[in-house]
T-cell receptor, first 114, second 113 residues
Framework: ETGVTQTPRHLVMGMTNKKSLKCEQH?????MYWYKQSAKKPLELMFV???????ENNSVPSRFSPECPNSSHLFLHLHTLQPEDSALYLC?????????????FGNGTRLTVT | QQQVKQSPQSLIVQKGGISIINCAYE??????FPWYQQFPGKGPALLIA?????SEKKEGRFTISFNKSAKQFSLHIMDSQPGDSATYFC????????????FGPGTSLSVIP
């Protein structure tokens, strides 16, 4: 399998639930990212990992907790979310964590918080 | 200074016509300008990119025009096809900060037969 794979594709969770999003990249890239995509808004960068070390946390609420156990896998742990957190969550990878090389995105997890 | 402006928000073009999407940036430190294409249910995918040392780059039917002095760049899609119907995002990045990949808000393109 090639590219960036995200699971699950769809997730519905209540405000008191705990769930996790998973991302796996098969491109041998050094950097991985979480982005949030909401309707009519630019993509919002949430977290950046470079060689498994978090290098950027873009003022994201603590109810979102990332984990990068190795250079191929990235998780986003979710707990006590709010309805406004409903969005498409995209994982991406790139060779260069400074944004000077193309981002390769997965197909996202569509999250609905009820 | 971090914003990337993109217009129009939506665009309808006849099959065979030219689609033009414009972007403008403010930060002169940006040195990489990619365009991403996103189909419904899919993540964005790199379409074409340019660096400021050239004024134009063409790949098939897709051309980026870059005006460094005006801090503007645009995507031209020649002979637009229904299969080009998607959302297009311009972006700008560069410098030494990890949050320097700034995306425009997107343009929804519909190519009608």
């Amino acid at each position: 399998e090639t590219g960036v794979t995200q699971t699950p594709r769809h997730l519905v969770m209540g405000m008191t639930n705990k769930k996790s999003l998973k991302c796996e990249q098969h491109l041998g890239h050094n950097a991985m990212y979480w982005y949030k995509q909401s309707a009519k808004k630019p993509l919002e960068l949430m977290f950046v990992y470079s060689l498994e070390e978090r290098v950027e946390n873009n003022s994201v609420p603590s109810r979102f907790s990332p984990e990068c156990p190795n250079s191929s896998h990235l998780f986003l742990h979710l707990h006590t979310l709010q309805p406004e957190d409903s969005a498409l969550y995209l994982c991406a990878s790139s060779q260069d964590p400074l944004g000077n090389s193309p981002l390769h995105f997965g197909n996202g997890t569509r999250l609905t918080v009820t | 200074q971090q914003q990337v402006k993109q217009s129009p928000q939506s665009l309808i073009v006849q099959k065979g016509g030219i689609s033009i999407i414009n972007c403008a940036y403010e930060n002169t430190a940006f040195d990489y300008f990619p365009w991403y294409q996103q189909f419904p249910g899919k993540g964005p995918a790199l379409l074409i990119a340019i660096r400021p040392d050239v004024s134009e780059k063409k790949e098939g039917r897709f051309t980026i025009s870059f005006n460094k002095s005006a801090k503007q760049f645009s995507l031209h899609i020649m002979d637009s096809q229904p299969g080009d119907s998607a959302t297009y995002f311009c972006a700008a990045s560069g410098g030494t900060s990890y949050d320097k990949v700034i995306f425009g808000p997107g343009t929804s393109l519909s190519v009608i037969p």
